[in-house]
T-cell receptor
């Protein structure tokens, strides 16, 4: 069965370190998204991609970067982790058109000390 | 900024009762979607309603959309303990992105 996976599921790191969160989907979806979820804020869009080599900034992109070298993967990199980036991160994917639902991964809980 | 805002933030009901959650948004939309999130899990899509639709049903779910009031409601009928979760509305502005509200935490008591 097709799925979307994230790794690691839990990560503790220190301020200033570079961290990369992995997202892999086997739906063959063109669209992929990264969100962060914090209490009281719902989900906020960090970066998104509409296809290979395409990346776009979302609402809260500062301090994050992504690259899309193939259809299946969209890794999220925190260049220099900050305590304000402690959050739960979700990856999602969807088919090409905007009429379609997004499929979410299980999330990565990141703690920056 | 968030497009959708759910109301109430928390709702507690008895099993068998109906649960109604509301969502308000600010700008024009292409469609509105509802998602469920169980504790510690990712979001799961429940239902999508297009901007030219007023009501949609899926099993025990009923969604309404009033574009003149920029609001939507999700009704879960005959609720079960397994319906305990957070529910989010999300608006699609037509360019493939979703903007999520802050969610309603539903607790169904057995």
């Amino acid at each position: 069965d097709a799925e979307i996976t994230q790794s690691p599921r839990h990560k503790i790191t220190e301020t200033g370190r570079q961290v990369t969160l992995a997202c892999h989907q086997t739906w063959n979806h063109n669209n992929m998204f990264w969100y962060r979820q914090d209490l009281g804020h719902g989900l906020r869009l960090i970066h998104y991609s509409y296809g290979v080599h395409d990346t776009n900034k979302g609402e809260v992109s500062d301090g994050y970067s992504v690259s899309r070298s193939n259809t299946e993967d969209l890794p999220l990199t925190l260049e220099s982790a900050a305590s304000s980036q402690t959050s739960v991160y979700f990856c999602a994917s969807s088919e090409l058109t905007s009429w379609n639902e997004q499929f979410f991964g299980p999330g990565t809980r990141l703690t920056v000390l | 900024s968030q497009q959708g805002e759910e109301d109430p933030q928390a709702l507690s009901i008895q099993e068998g009762e109906n649960a109604t959650m509301n969502c308000s948004y600010k700008t024009s939309i292409n469609n509105l979607q509802w998602y469920r999130q169980n504790s510690g899990r990712g979001l799961v899509h429940l239902i999508l309603i297009r901007s030219n639709e007023r009501e949609k049903h899926s099993g025990r779910l009923r969604v309404t959309l009033d574009t003149s009031k920029k609001s939507s409601s999700l009704l879960i009928t005959a609720s079960r303990a397994a319906d305990t979760a957070s529910y989010f509305c999300a608006t699609d502005d037509g360019v493939g992105q979703l903007t999520f509200g802050s969610g309603t935490q539903l607790t169904v008591l057995p």
